[in-house]
């Protein structure tokens, strides 16, 4: 019997685009009987691509094409940009097409790439979806919409909305620390019964709520991917039965999440939990700008840059306004922590 | 007379479009002498004017004429379109750059128009100001970013990179509900005093923190206006000391608020009350959807749009997705609301 | 002249006592039909009275006696201590009891006293509403359950079962700042028509929903005490017929709340609107207190016993851990500010 | 062999006590070294365990002492009774004395029991840490304050004073959903540094901040007992270094507790795995009640109730006021769910 998710993201992709792009069938077992699965279609480390920035503000191809091929040169399983990390609601739609662009081309088919399409409401989020099907993306990442005074029944309306819209796979981003509602197990199973969903990337926080969703998903028989994002805790999510993770971590030491990854396939959870210790050391990036001045985004991506540009990834460690670069002084932190864990 | 609103209006214009940007000494009494000030530029009732749609979401431009025209027939001192009752998250830029050209052209210089500008960050905003400098509007409204996680830094430095590149005077939209972001009275003192804020539509709800800011302004003798954007509080706050009021029911009823309004100046507020009070009972039109699958906006401008329609001001009580229009059933409590209210 | 209050309160002491608890139909006119209500049971200035502290931490008792004849003498229509700003939750039993016996014996009748019963569950508060029963209380104060998880179901059958076990008038404390539910004006409605609850004290913040309760208690002529708690909204609120107000900063300038309350009740605004802003001007008390190293209650409670002390009022500006009193510095910023708002 | 905790819990008790009880030295290797510490003095199971109640209120004693022994014959590690499943805020303080004198003579020092002391400030949690010394408690837990509003210099110096003021070990009880307070990952080192806090029971939900203070608390070599409270991830928490659980089911089934912990403890994480995945089925005894007319601590403690009433362990599924118990329908689902799972 075809593996659920070979299948899936072959019929999926057949369904809708006629001529797969990735041929091969995937061997996976079925979701109950194994631990991790780490080829199926949106599973195992996922980065959301950060986008590099010139020093005056512009996307910055060149070392998004290195960013690129440094997560694809460490065997990561796919690539999220325009994601948070990605500062997509920093970018113009000009951007934004720009930087997807750059990373489906330069991925060229290796592993699946799935677009964000972060908009407040269906309609603009439509005009996202539009943009990444005819780009060239596998599949779409939406969140509930925000801004706007939402309930339950206006958020399933939402994602059945886009969901009948676009050709491509949707996945669920619940990320209720910046859209401020969170998907509830039952809507997510729902939606995933009725083809609405694919997966979800969780960066919820709520690891109860994501091990529920988790073992109902296995009960079912679901074919739904998730995927935490949430870097210092990937172990225990993949032990929990987690298909893979979307690290915005990941994009400082892809090698680290991938071999944490691969300890967690083949059962070694002593080795993938130290693996996973030292990013969470690692992890400290973010908190070298000065608390007193920064705040959220501008320490996460700020940090992240920041370590990338001293890792010679990419150029500048410029952020979007509002947010600042970190400064000297809080770049040789952020050079400390890349030392003391063995990255510099 | 001319209306609250128009000679300040002129001024302000005057100042904008020509090399000096504050030309004169300001001919307003101190504030602290005065209960209201008529003659403010941003002052008085200014809606925050609804987009009308055709049953196919698009924006429907004969009812926006009709809005408008009823709007300004009513003596509304200002209008406030794409903000949130505007459903501005809700449109593209396409739609938002047509419901303010429409809104401009029909008030025709009669009342300012100051546009909302609401996206997540800097660069996205100014994207809007400069199409509301282009489009001809007055002044823009702006809030917190949102979406992205921000501290006070990055909140203050938004606002000022948001001054420094337009030329029109820029409003805080101070609305933590949507954005969960409250901007602090300290704050708001601050960019009032360096001129990178002229006034405030505060729809926090935070009455306590609105009436510390009244009190300061008034202290400081700075010009900075202050309108609330809760339609049921008006009546208090103006006599507190707001400058206005930026009600989504005014769009119902705008000659209801511009009586309360001009009671309140005149001093009577026996009558400004017993006006509220019949505007809170018609405020109802929110409560006419059914809680159990409408949630907030849905509500709010489906109750709002479904009066207008019942009035005949709008063609369709449309609304976006994935808020859901009212049905028969809820349409007929929003009429007994209008009746029960005098308004049908 | 009786005081405000003073009438409804010997109507309602004597239903209660004797064999019926509301014998007579009521002698207050619709509420439709007034301003302010002055012969309501609960009405006019109410002060939560602070407890004053000895140096090492008992309830100081003749500092509670110079306090009770402070607000008295100043012409408060009522008293409510054990409330927040009374620090009823650092008290023990033993010293509320006895802070609850001193307020009484001082007060001797000549004004309702209301005793808040502030425990996270029903059994608790009961423990408390037998306290104020014996030691003679006029009425109880009841917080929605907290640190406990409860729904709507939950917090309606606290206050039913709250009323049914206590001989005295229960209010409701609509504190959401502490106790994290907000009470909604629906639940309020209907436990006020089945004579569950007198009244409410309203600390909610929402003055949206203050407003639209209190239209609806004038709508269906129910006897509902509706007071607020927000000492720098009282203007407002009573322009919009609250029955009163409760204001914390009530225990450092009471003749200024009586003043505020008598010009509201004879209709002249504009002196209550001056009156409330010099009070907002000497709420800034509440700023006195470092704010890197303070927080909430010790910036409040603190600032306030800071000002009665500085005034003579009371002994020590002691506060209860984990809060800190104010220190010399921090006690000079609340000299500066009475002396600014002419109390000293 | 001892149960894992018990020779730990000698240890402690002689360094502070004077007499030990348990005379032995600590053998417990260095942290880092090790995956989880079965001889840390609170480690492994520790259920929270809740407080059987007769049909009128009352704690039901023999039910207790059943329930203890249910508890410590599946080989519990230790118990931690007058937590929030205890219903230790509904009940009076002569019930929280019963109720821990029970669970302190039924258990005889077979392992150690942690008494919570969950009052809003700090005199009333000494109040309570008073009565754990009195009746033979060998450690208390101990939340933020609740109710009063606090921030970061409060909450330290509440535990600072909680500490200094009792001879027994301070366990941190790190809950925001009840107090709304998080405990910043460096507040907690700092106090375990300086020996004020012995651990924390974690039931935050924040799983990231868990993991940063696991590789903190490792790199440091501090020892500070790390308890997870979340029942449904407990072996993610053990791969990532927790000492332990603190589960609310565990009342329920306890020994797949201690088989999940004896599995991790043997670092066969596939067998742990599959407990916690029938554990996390289990757990939908909390989903029984109706969620129409249920909330929160209701569905929680009358589910793990209504289980045990089922199991024949306690009399009665009583819950206190304002929670109501679980009817006869909603039984029915408790009793398929136990069913399902292999305990009925």
Redesign the interface.
């Known amino acids: 019997m075809p593996p659920p998710g070979a299948v899936g993201h072959q019929r999926r992709r057949a369904g809708r685009h006629g001529p797969a792009r990735h041929p091969h069938p995937h061997p996976v077992a079925r979701r109950g009987a194994r ?1 991790i699965s780490p080829t199926r279609p949106y599973a195992g480390v996922v980065p959301p691509v950060l986008t590099p920035l010139t020093a005056d ?1 512009e996307v910055d191809v060149p070392s998004l094409e290195r960013l690129v091929a440094h997560l694809l040169d460490a065997g990561c399983h796919g690539l999220f940009p325009l994601g ?1 990390s990605g500062e997509t ?4 739609d000009a951007q934004r097409d720009l930087a997807l662009e750059v990373v489906v081309k330069t991925t060229a088919g290796a592993v699946p790439v799935i677009a964000g399409c ?1 908009e ?5 989020v439509l ?1 996202r979806t539009r943009a990444a099907e005819f780009l060239g993306a596998d599949a779409v990442v939406v969140t509930a ?11 399933e ?2 994602f059945r ?1 886009v969901a009948e819209r676009t050709a491509l796979d949707v996945l669920a981003y619940d990320i209720p ?4 509602t969170k998907l509830p197990v039952e809507l997510q199973l729902r939606l995933a019964v009725d083809g609405v969903l694919a997966g979800v990337k969780d960066s919820s ?4 709520a994501f ?2 969703l988790l ?1 109902a998903v ?2 079912q028989g679901l074919e739904y991917a998730a995927l935490t994002g ?1 870097e ?2 990937v ?3 993949l ?3 987690a298909d893979g993770s979307v690290p915005g971590l990941g994009n400082v030491d892809p090698a680290g999440y991938v071999r944490l990854h691969a300890a967690a396939a083949a ?1 070694d ?2 080795t993938a ?1 130290a693996e ?2 030292r990013l ?2 690692l ?1 400290r990036v973010v908190d070298a700008a000065d608390p007193r ?6 320490r ?1 991506v700020g940090g992240f840059k920041t370590a990338l540009a001293l890792l010679g990834v990419i150029e500048t460690n410029t952020v ?5 670069s970190l400064d000297a002084e809080e770049t040789a932190r952020v050079r400390a922590v890349l030392e003391s864990t063995g990255l510099l």
């Open positions: 631990v503000g948070s609601v920093y970018l113009t972060i407040p409401t269906t309609a603009r005009g919409p925000f801004y706007t005074l939402v309930g339950p029944h206006e958020v309306r939402h909305a620390a910046c859209v401020h926080g709520d690891d109860v091990r529920q073992v296995a009960e949430h210092v805790v172990d225990g999510m032990l929990a039965g059962g959870w002593t939990r996973q210790d969470v050391q992890f001045t920064t705040h959220g985004s501008t996460g979007s306004l509002p947010m600042r």
